[in-house]
């Protein structure tokens, strides 16, 4: 299926902001719902936000709303991250991530993701 990396991670304070972008490589996810995720240590994988294949319809955490955007280039197959105002509780490790079957709705829940990258760091300073 398609392969999935994650870029753009690094340490910023509090306050900050970061770029994280996720390219697709062997396959095309122009058709499919595209997610970002992020799980901290000891702590399970949660949503972040998602975004449909035509970019009209977006979803976030109600912890990132407000401060992250989600946003799709589908000509070079690439989704993004904007993340503004981080804050500690932001540091996890965040992971791109496409749905099993396209046209999918961004309500879906994560056992409906199928593709995941390997995943980008994000630390947030005091």
């Known amino acids: 299926q398609v392969q999935l990396v994650e870029s753009g991670g690094g340490l910023v304070q509090a306050g900050g902001s970061l770029r994280l972008s996720c390219a697709a490589s062997?396959?095309?996810?122009?058709?499919?719902?595209m997610g970002w995720f992020r799980q901290a240590p000891g702590k399970e994988r949660e949503f972040v936000a998602a975004?449909?294949?035509?970019?009209?319809?977006?979803s976030y955490a109600d912890s990132v709303k407000g401060r992250f955007t989600i946003s799709r280039d589908n000509a070079k197959n690439t989704v993004y991250l904007q993340m503004n105002s981080l804050k500690p509780e932001d540091t996890a490790l965040y992971y791109c991530?496409?749905?099993?079957?396209?046209?999918?709705?961004?309500?879906?829940?994560?056992?409906?993701?199928?593709?995941w990258g390997q995943g980008t760091q994000v630390t947030v300073s005091s």
């Open positions: 991530a496409c749905q099993r079957i396209p046209y999918g709705l961004v309500s879906a829940g994560i056992r409906e993701f199928g593709s």
């Open positions: 062997g396959r095309s996810f122009s058709n499919y719902v």
């Open positions: 975004i449909t294949w035509s970019g009209r319809s977006t």
